[in-house]
């Protein structure tokens, strides 16, 4: 989606408040004996986590994170990426069960990309989290401070 004005992440003063919502629906649905379809769990689980990675920021292409190529150029076309693929923090969390959700959904982390970058990482989907920024050679900008953000030992 192309955008005209640089670029300016604004926490949401709501954020911490999405989350919690989320998590807690989040466990619910995992709950044992929760007597729900798969692929509905599936479905609301999805939900959930793209109101945890979009919940700090103003419009999904509006994150905390960006590449270097978005912070830098005011009418790029974005995407919004889940840095930890959604899919398996879904897997994870089904897996896992409601123990295991503050630790996974903890990754739900949301970077704004160029389109060009989303098809570079497509083509390292064997790896997951800010390893497969690295190894696509993408600069991140933690938008908050406007510093580069180090992907290393995340």
């Known amino acids: 989606m192309p955008r005209s004005a640089k670029y300016e992440f604004r926490e949401d003063p709501a954020a911490k ?6 998590v807690r629906l989040i ?16 479905m609301v689980l999805d939900a959930a986590l793209w109101k945890i990675a979009e919940a700090e920021c103003h419009g999904k292409h509006k994150t905390r ?3 270097l190529a ?3 150029s005011p009418d790029c076309d974005c995407q919004h990426d889940h840095v930890f693929q959604k899919a398996k ?21 949301a970077c704004t990309i160029t389109s060009e970058e989303h098809l ?13 920024y690295r190894k696509a050679g993408i600069t991140v900008i933690d938008a908050r401070t406007g510093m580069v953000f180090s992907t290393t030992h995340r």
Do not use: Y
């Not at 923090?89 to 990754?107: A, F, R, T, W, Y």
């Not at 570079?120 to 497969?132: A, F, M, S, T, V």
């Open 17 to 22: 408040t999405i989350v919690q919502s989320a």
């Open 70 to 72: 978005v912070f830098s």
């Open 65 to 67: 994170f960006c590449s």
């Open 120 to 132: 570079i990482l497509n083509r390292h989907k064997n790896l997951d989290g800010w390893e497969r």
């Open 27 to 42: 466990k619910l649905i995992l709950k044992d004996g929760a007597d729900i379809l798969p692929e509905h769990r599936r």
């Open 89 to 109: 923090m879904i897997d994870d969390l089904i897996k896992g069960g409601p123990n295991s959700v503050d630790e996974i959904v903890s990754k739900a982390v």
